[in-house]
């Protein structure tokens, strides 16, 4: 069955960067994309980003553009999220997401678990 | 970029119907895909595509769509259901992002 399994909660200061992991598991990790989207307490889901995991290529929300980074390693069916020059507005779960394409949609059919990220001096 | 907009709140009697709509420019290009959110649960895929459900979603859920809004309804709404729903499409920028609505809350009376 399709799995993906997130990094713990993590503790970072304003300033810092934080690198998410998302590691995939029961479908062939490469026909897949990938996406981040985040949810800050109380808040709306936020979609951050996304990656083409056959290829690489990535693009970002431009509300994040500057400071995301998102990769991934095929060996290891692991996609990541890295988000930098952390603020406490980026306190928040941050989910990967697999997007399927079919009957006309994208559709985010598997997520991960979520990874809390604190950010507090 | 483009906005989907939703109602905050809804709420139905239990056993009723409810409709829950999203509104935005890309929905005349793209379906929306709806998702179901339970406190301190991920989300959860419930329709996508014209109206298509995954395995495990019950029957009560269906999904429509005319010119820029998008509708879920739940006919015949359990106390299960209460949850946020969240619409999302692809923006029709061609900028190959994505858009979440603002979620509506649902509440089962």
């Known amino acids: 069955q399709v799995q993906l399994v997130q990094s713990g909660a993590e503790v970072k200061k304003p300033g810092a960067s934080v690198k998410v992991s998302c590691e995939a598991s029961?479908?062939?990790?490469?026909?897949?994309?990938m996406h981040w989207v985040r949810q800050a307490p109380g808040q709306r889901l936020e979609w951050m980003g996304w990656i083409n995991v056959g290829n690489g290529d990535t693009k970002c929300s431009q509300k994040f553009q500057d400071r995301v980074t998102i990769t991934r390693d095929t060996s290891t069916s692991t996609a990541y999220m890295e988000l930098s020059s952390l603020r406490s507005e980026d306190t928040a779960v941050y989910y990967c997401?697999?997007?399927?394409?079919?009957?006309?949609?994208?559709?985010?059919?598997?997520w991960g678990q979520g990874t809390l990220v604190t950010v507090s001096s | 970029s483009s906005e989907l907009t939703q109602d905050p709140a809804v709420s139905v009697a239990l056993g009723q119907t409810v409709r829950i709509t999203c509104q935005g420019a890309?929905?005349?290009?793209?379906?929306a895909t709806w998702y179901q959110q339970k406190p301190q649960q991920a989300p959860l895929l419930v329709i996508y595509g014209k109206n298509n459900r995954p395995s495990g979603i019950p029957d009560r859920f269906s999904g429509s769509s005319s010119g820029n809004t998008a509708s879920l309804t739940i006919t015949g709404a359990q106390a299960e259901d209460e949850a946020d729903y969240y619409c999302?499409?692809?923006?029709?920028?061609?900028?190959?992002?994505?858009?979440f609505g603002g979620g509506t809350k649902l509440t089962v009376l």
């Open positions: 029961g479908y062939t990790f490469t026909t897949y994309a």
């Open positions: 890309s929905l005349r290009s793209y379906y």
């Open positions: 997401a697999r997007v399927a394409y079919g009957l006309g949609s994208y559709s985010f059919d598997y």
């Open positions: 999302n499409s692809r923006d029709s920028s061609g900028n190959h992002v994505w858009v």
